[in-house]
């Protein structure tokens, strides 16, 4: 939790408080087994609770009352909901749970799973919010030399010109067998709000998302080592659970656009002997799309299209401001 504090202006006998930031890790959890060829990794945190407030906010300071309470931070970044509890303990599954197997003698197994129901809010007003909490964080900590920083972790072009897109991937997993990413329900809502207090939203929801990447290999020379096989080849599956999609145009009901929809892929990258380029097999299992479409949807959308558009052009041509600056002092 943070907050900034100052002096209300000529009267200082009533201070303000501005709130900043609220964030809660409850029961924070990690567990490290190490043997020689057996290692285990365990991160977990049961719930996690982001918030904060308009930019320009303020509650009134008093003796009682030196810090903001968890009331006054009135905008939510990220909710999540208990879910469904486990079918033998009754227990709720925890937020997010991060498992690593076997990372040290061998490639190592990697799973990650979000066990919660989770919704995210995008807006333009939250985005100010999170650019306000950078800055006042940025004016605390110690500044990073970002010269030295991007020259440090500057590709070398060279290099990478040479390597394919598939070699780079197969070098990224070589000391990774396996990665699988499984979440619960996701709902992100996106809105804008106009001058004239009218709002319109899209709201984008999925059941569960499984990822999960494998690797096969080929024995290398040296046998005792796992970890210097060859990737022979690298499997990507992908499953997203009833995705819709809904919209709301100038604070009216949320109207169905996209029905329930599931879809399925999965990606094969297959290496032989005799050729250094990988074979690419594709395959897409869908269910049938059903869309609803009115002049609620395509009046939504363009809000959506227009405000994002103004947005980025603002923020880029800001950008190009900074660095044009920048450049004139050098």
């Known amino acids: ?12 006998r009533q201070p303000r408080i501005f709130p900043l930031l609220f964030t809660v890790v409850s029961q924070p959890h990690a567990f490290l087994s190490c043997q020689p060829l057996k290692q285990k990794l365990d991160i977990s945190c049961f719930n996690f609770i982001l918030r904060s407030v308009l930019k320009g906010f303020s509650v009134k300071a008093t003796e009682a009352k030196q810090l ?8 939510s970044w990220l909710e999540t909901k208990p879910g469904d509890p486990h079918h033998k303990t009754g227990i709720p599954p925890a937020l997010l749970l991060i498992s690593a197997t076997d990372f040290l003698h061998k490639p190592a197994r990697i799973s990650i799973e979000v066990g919660r129901p989770v919704r995210l809010y995008l807006s333009e007003s939250r985005w100010q919010q999170v650019v306000h909490v950078m800055s006042c964080m940025a004016s605390v900590l110690p500044p990073m030399d970002s010269a030295s920083e991007q020259e440090r972790i500057k590709p070398n072009k060279s290099k990478s010109k040479e390597i394919s897109s598939p070699e780079l991937l197969r070098q990224a997993l070589t000391n990774l067998d396996s990665i699988s990413f499984v979440t619960n329900q996701v709902v992100v809502n996106c809105e804008v709000l106009k001058a004239h207090k009218a709002r319109s939203e899209v709201h984008s929801s999925v059941s569960g998302i499984k990822l999960c990447i494998g690797t096969s290999r080929k024995r290398s020379g040296q046998a005792q080592d796992h970890r210097l096989d060859i990737i022979s080849e690298i499997t990507a599956a992908a499953e997203v659970l009833d995705f819709q999609l809904k919209t709301m145009y100038h604070s009216q009901k949320l109207q169905s656009f996209l029905k329930p929809w599931t879809v399925t892929g999965e990606l094969k990258l297959l290496w032989l002997q005799w050729s250094l380029k990988p074979y690419i097999e594709i395959k897409v299992d869908t269910e049938t799309v059903t869309v609803d479409l009115g002049p609620e949807h395509l009046f939504c959308f363009m809000d959506m299209y227009n405000h994002i558009s103004s947005f980025v052009c603002e923020k880029m041509r800001a950008q190009t401001q900074h660095t044009s600056s920048r450049l004139e002092e050098k």
């Open 1 to 12: 939790e943070g907050s900034v504090c100052e002096g209300g202006g000529v009267n200082l």
């Open 68 to 75: 903001p309470c968890p009331e006054d931070y009135t905008t």
